[in-house]
């Protein structure tokens, strides 16, 4: 037999880096698709963090849900593939290794595109790889080998096959409309690249004289003054009364003099809201825009691209800054007595979610993709279930986007990305456009010259579950691995990636890209707010793994992040989950010293086992079938919740302590044979969570005690399916195993109530059970009853007795009671109560005095009123219960 060589504390740090190494040596994580290969399959695509990022909680969370799910189908017999890999990160990349150049006092322009792309290439050889390595430290089991990288040769080639065969089909199409253009990376963002947020600003109330009768006049109301320089009309509802005989006269323009026309618009006009009257300014605002489209507006730009006003305006306002254009127009406006008012006003500008710049709305013509061509296909999969989320309330939001989505504007003012694989002649018009360049020499002969702009970053990850694996070529992985099981993500990216991904797949393959989203939950500060690096509230994980291990972290994460709701991160819980993951080697440790002349022949022996040992086996097997449903359904919050209860409570605080007699008896194999069963079991159940630890004491305990357990590591040891378990259920064994707990805890109860030390034995307790069968089930299990409530005899009768000085209780239909004479002093008890009631009367009587005092109640904030009531109710509690105990005495 093995000797157990397993240290008294576990090492979570040498022991992750040990099996990280073993894992990945071994290839469990690295599959090689056979399409005749008859197990089935699972696959997840990881969404493909920036390379530029290092890991955060929201990654954390992540990696820990789908590890779970990988670990769990690998044990299961499954095919798995976790595809993992970078993405390229556009704005963010080029910001990055452009904040280093002006270190040294360059600039990209300078350099020029090709050298400019050099560096960033050279920074990414550095550091892009870096998120894996943080990857392995949390155990992920993903097939690190296969990772891609979006700007890799062969997904550039699907991407250009992308774009081709839609401009070819017409869903690609080049127009001038209205961007959001981010002035600080100079560049168009997408709507959902764009964060708003309210903010505290002003209402500026403006006259527009009429031009046939300036003594009469319109006013609007706007949050952007220095727009109405590019004013170039002004709406009215057609039905509004007070405006209707206005419509086709005009206003005169104050600042500028400019005659703009007065429009009906039932659209963007509302009766209703302020005076009924709108400014239009088509080329700085969408609402605007749409106006300018219906009525054929003039599109005039007065803000350029660096955020200063251009040449359409005024003289005196060309080249300020949008700042400080608001501040000289609203004091010209002032001064010419057209400014009505100023009200304080709250507001949501746009920003950029790279810069915290001021977006501005901007007219450009740019690349778009034709959504209304796409979504149809897309949201039938979601509405008819063949996609389906979890938790199911998004599901409503993945139809809801695709129904109202607008054309999608998928060229960026960038350098690094995916150039545009169009050329223009020397007029500017399109002259190719293709998977392949053109022949240099015959393009420099022509005058071609290609597009300096790239696709947007979300253009390439759309094609993320099927360029992956090897599309547009038909390889044996896209046939077997697609479409994947599994997508898991955040929220904040169901329309700006998921739902691209499953239109982007329908299109190219005729196939949903997924069959499950997993809407994972937010971590958020201990206050509730979004975790910011730059506002000091992000937590490394990284950090967290250090201090607590990537069990303990993994564990938690994983119970959380399916629950439903966004998660308060306190280290507390990470503690409580340390605690578990040394409760689990204690125990582990404690089971295996026992199981060393343990005979692998010896099997679970039916006729042999007590009620204690049916009970556990049963519970076992309800918890096999907890945990693998909430994998099964991708719930996982109850299979850990389900997991610690078993193993801190059931296993380790009941049937371990009950097993230590039997173990030095004659029972000893019977006992050492459900040890080892449930041990096997739980370090089997915890693996997908817990995959060092379980590991560990597994291989290098169990495994060794038990060669006969299958499996070479328990990573790809088999799962303890329900089906194995369904012979241990056993209602009656736990219902009777539940009424003797419920006993034991009673007077356990009753012990620390009374203040009994906790190493005194009581004499004798009583239990009073009207029902024959019952009381005899109690009286034949005394001997447990004893052991684990500190108890030298147990007495069961069907009468009540009567004893002075003894403490009451009961116990669902029993009534326990346990005398106190001789197990404490009484006398000393009785003094020590009446101390402390007299310390809760000066307490109650302070606040009664406080609450009853009426300019308290009338000046106090209401939360303190309500604190100061709760505080009154717990100490009037607290006083009862010691009146009750004293009397008891």
Request: with cysteine; net charge negative.
């Amino acid at each position: 037999m093995a000797v157990l060589n397993l240290p008294t504390r576990f090492d979570f740090a040498a022991t992750e880096s040990k099996w990280t190494q073993i894992w990945h040596d071994q290839g469990y994580f690295h599959p090689v698709a056979d399409v005749n290969d008859p197990r089935p399959t699972f696959s997840i695509a990881f969404p493909p963090p920036n390379v530029t990022g290092s890991l955060h909680m929201g990654h954390a969370a992540n990696i820990s849900v789908q590890d779970a799910l990988v670990r769990n189908r690998r044990m299961r017999g499954f095919d798995t593939l976790w595809m993992l890999g970078t993405d390229h990160a556009g704005i963010g990349t080029q910001v990055m290794v452009e904040r280093q150049l002006k270190k040294e006092g360059k600039n990209r322009h300078e350099m020029g595109r090709e050298a400019f792309l050099e560096r960033v290439w050279e920074w990414k050889e550095e550091y892009g790889n870096r998120i894996f390595d943080q990857m392995q430290r949390l155990g992920a089991s993903g097939d690190f080998r296969r990772a891609r990288f979006t700007m890799d040769a062969d997904y550039s080639k699907a991407i250009r096959k992308v774009f081709v065969d839609w401009y070819n089909d017409g869903i690609i199409y080049r127009e001038q409309r209205l961007v959001n253009w981010d002035p600080a990376s100079q560049t168009v963002l997408s709507d959902l690249e764009v964060e708003s947020e309210e903010e505290q600003g002003h209402l500026w109330h403006l006259r527009y004289p009429l031009t046939s009768d300036p003594s009469q006049g319109i006013v609007v109301a706007t949050t952007r003054p220095e727009t109405m320089l590019g004013d170039t009309a002004v709406a009215v509802h057609p039905d509004d009364e007070r405006y209707r005989h206005l419509i086709g006269q005009t206003v005169t323009l104050p600042l500028s003099g400019r005659e703009i026309p007065i429009i009906g618009d039932a659209e963007l006009a509302d009766p209703a809201f302020g005076s009924g009257a709108v400014k239009i300014t088509p080329a700085h605002d969408f609402n605007d825009w749409d106006c300018g489209q219906r009525h054929q507006l003039e599109v005039l730009q007065v803000i350029d691209f660096n955020a200063h006003i251009n040449e359409n305006a005024p003289e005196k306002y060309v080249g300020l800054s949008v700042a400080e254009a608001r501040k000289a127009v609203v004091a010209d406006l002032e001064a010419a007595g057209v400014l009505v008012k100023v009200d304080d006003h709250t507001y949501l500008p746009g920003r950029s979610a790279r810069t915290g710049v001021i977006v501005e709305p901007l007219p450009m013509v740019q690349w778009w993709v034709d959504m209304q061509r796409l979504a149809a296909p897309a949201r039938e999969a979601v509405r008819s279930g063949q996609i389906k989320y979890v938790p199911e309330r998004f599901t409503e939001q993945g139809v809801e986007w695709l129904e109202n989505v607008r054309d999608w504007c998928i060229s960026r003012q960038l350098w690094w990305g995916h150039q545009i694989p169009v050329w223009y002649d020397a007029e500017g018009q399109i002259a190719y456009v293709g998977t392949e360049d053109p022949d240099p020499a015959e393009a420099e002969a022509k005058g071609w010259v290609r597009d300096e702009d790239v696709l947007d970053t979300w253009f390439s990850s759309a094609l993320w579950t099927f360029a992956t694996l090897g599309w547009p070529e038909q390889t044996p992985e896209l046939q077997r691995y697609h479409p994947t099981s599994v997508l898991s993500t955040a929220r904040d990216i169901l329309n700006l990636w998921v739902a691209r991904m499953n239109f982007c797949s329908h299109y190219f393959l005729n196939q949903i890209p997924f069959e499950n989203v997993l809407v994972h939950a937010t971590i958020q500060t201990h206050d509730g707010k979004r975790m910011s690096k730059s506002k000091g509230t992000g937590i490394d994980p990284l950090d967290m793994v250090n201090r607590f291990g990537a069990d303990a972290c993994r564990f938690w994460l994983a119970q959380v992040s399916m629950s439903g709701q966004d998660v308060r991160f306190t280290e507390d819980k990470l503690e409580s989950s340390q605690h578990f993951v040394t409760k689990i080697w204690n125990a582990s440790r404690f089971v295996m010293m026992h199981l060393d002349d343990y005979n692998p022949a010896q099997g679970i022996e039916p006729e042999a086992l007590e009620l204690a040992d049916r009970w556990i086996l049963s519970r076992l097997a309800q918890t096999v079938e907890a945990v693998t449903q909430s994998l099964d359904d991708f719930t996982l919050t109850n299979g850990p919740r389900s997991l610690y209860s078993f193993i801190w409570t059931e296993f380790c605080d009941w049937y371990v302590e009950i097993a230590k007699p039997r173990l030095q008896g004659p029972q000893r194999a019977h006992v050492q044979a459900v040890l080892m069963h449930c041990l096997d079991t739980m370090l089997k159940l915890l693996h997908p969570f817990m995959p060092f630890v379980s590991e560990e004491l597994w291989s290098e305990g169990l495994k060794k005690l038990n060669p006969a357990l299958a499996g070479e590591h328990l990573a790809v040891a088999p799962w303890p399916e329900q089906i194995d378990f369904s012979a241990w259920l056993n209602p009656e064994a736990e219902a009777a195993m539940g009424s003797l707990m419920e006993a034991v805890r009673v007077i356990r109860n009753l012990r620390m109530e009374v203040g009994v030390p906790a190493n005194k034995e009581a004499e004798t307790v009583y239990l009073i059970q009207a029902d024959s069968a019952e009381q005899a089930r109690l009286q034949q299990n005394a001997p447990l009853i004893c052991r684990m409530a500190k108890v030298q005899q147990v007495q069961t009768q069907t009468e009540p007795i009567a004893i002075q000085q003894a403490a009451h209780g009961v116990s669902q239909s029993t009534q326990v009671v346990l005398p106190l004479a001789g197990l404490i002093d009484l006398d000393k008890e009785r003094e020590r109560l009446q101390r402390e009631m007299g310390k809760l009367a000066k307490e109650i009587g302070g606040l009664e005095g406080r609450l009853g005092n009426a300019k308290f109640r009338e000046r106090a904030p209401e939360a303190v009123v309500r604190e100061a009531e709760a505080a009154l109710a717990e100490l009037r509690y607290q006083r009862e219960s010691l009146q009750q105990r004293l009397a008891a005495l």
